[in-house]
């Protein structure tokens, strides 16, 4: 077997994922979202960060992304961002081409962005002249693989706030920043007032399962028009099937004890990105990594 150390998203899913999507690939379902793995899905959402939350299924990370800037903004604004932020440097202008707004890039140290340094970017508010500051967008865990801690996402959030702005969390590998701080997920996130987030799953050992959680309520009106017209309304029941067996493959895979003792999902998605890893170093060893553990 080929392995490869290059990235977190190289490797393949887990057979038993695979052996999943093939018994639910019977019969017929509803597409859309009106389907019963994409309520199982939604409901895994609800028990992470709490019922009154709003959660989107889409195929594409990118996707994720621009849908959610799509949603926050308009054109005549800016967004502020890490000057290594992916959204900035990856994602080939899909910001600039979709939503139409300027993107930002303040200087980082290791990937972050402080409460200061943004409070610098922000003394242009009011004039006609320059693109009006609306959206900071975070990424959890960085670029370079540093974390934010909660404080330093406070203090980001309540600038943020102050101001009339926003904040963005692109959480593509959010399970392991949740790993990294030993903390529930939604206690750097929704509870710290971050507005909207996207959800990682494809870095995290599913495939093409990516979401956007909304807190900011204000947000919830139209998005289901808006992921149509954005090209993010994918075959439903199929995103959330894989999103739901992963959150069931939890029982299979090493535990990770963190300091919330309830079983929650980004513990779960953490898990199966480690066992991902897991498999390459198995077949290094010379052993199969289809191994049921």
Request: hydrophobic share 40%; aromatic share 8%; proline share 5%.
């Amino acid at each position: 077997m080929d392995c490869t150390f290059a990235s977190d998203n190289t490797s393949g899913v887990h057979p038993k994922v695979m052996e999943a999507l093939n018994k639910a690939n019977v019969g017929a379902a509803e597409p859309y979202g009106d389907d019963p793995w994409t309520a199982e899905a939604e409901g895994c959402f609800k028990a992470l960060f709490g019922d009154d939350v709003d959660v989107f299924l889409v195929p594409l990370g990118t996707g994720a992304n621009v849908l959610g800037f799509n949603r926050m903004i308009r054109s005549w604004h800016s967004i502020l961002c890490s000057d290594m932020a992916h959204t900035h440097t990856s994602e080939s202008g899909a910001v600039e081409a979709v939503v139409g707004c300027e993107m930002t890039p303040i200087p980082s140290v290791h990937g972050k962005i402080s409460a200061g340094a943004l409070s610098a970017y922000l003394t242009d508010m009011g004039s006609p002249h320059h693109s009006q500051p609306g959206l900071v967008a975070l990424t959890q865990s960085t670029e370079v693989a540093t974390v934010y801690t909660p404080e330093e996402i406070k203090a980001i959030v309540d600038v943020a706030h102050a101001n009339g702005l926003f904040v963005h969390m692109d959480g593509a590998r959010i399970a392991n920043a949740a790993v990294a701080l030993g903390c529930d997920v939604r206690s750097f996130t929704k509870d710290l007032g971050v507005d909207m987030m996207s959800f990682g799953g494809t870095k995290n050992g599913m495939m093409m399962a990516e979401s956007v959680v909304v807190f900011n309520k204000d947000f919830v009106r139209d998005f289901v028009t808006l992921r149509k017209q954005n090209l993010q309304l994918a075959l439903e029941p199929l995103v959330s099937f894989r999103i739901r067996k992963v959150y069931d493959c939890h029982a299979r895979l090493p535990h990770i004890p963190l300091p919330n003792s309830s079983i929650v999902f980004h513990q779960k998605i953490a898990l199966f990105h480690g066992f991902s890893k897991q498999r390459r170093l198995l077949c290094n060893i010379g052993i199969d990594p289809n191994t049921d553990f």
